[in-house]
């Protein structure tokens, strides 16, 4: 099934390995300095796609052509209903 992120963007829901909130994920604690390194890295790397066009409040991390971090204006919320809309 596919899942749309926002804007043109879709990813085939088996592709998704995690969906995180920007908020919560990037905070001030020790866990939230990796999930920041990580970003930084994934930035560096080329494998960042922005597909919020606004404010973004999460970011899907897939498998799709090695790892592919998808950052959306979409709410985990919203994206987990649409994975189970169908």
Request: glycine share 8%; charged share 25%; no cysteine.
């Amino acid at each position: 099934m596919l899942i749309h992120l926002g804007q043109d963007f879709v990813v085939r829901d088996r592709e998704i390995l995690g969906v995180f909130d920007l908020d919560t994920a990037t905070d001030a604690g020790q866990k939230e300095k990796l999930t920041d390194a990580f970003l930084r890295r994934a930035q560096r790397e080329g494998a960042v796609v922005d597909v919020s066009g606004a404010m973004p409040k999460s970011f899907v991390l897939t498998d799709f052509a090695g790892e592919t971090v998808y950052i959306t204006q979409l709410s985990t919320g919203a994206l987990r209903r649409r994975a189970h809309y169908f």
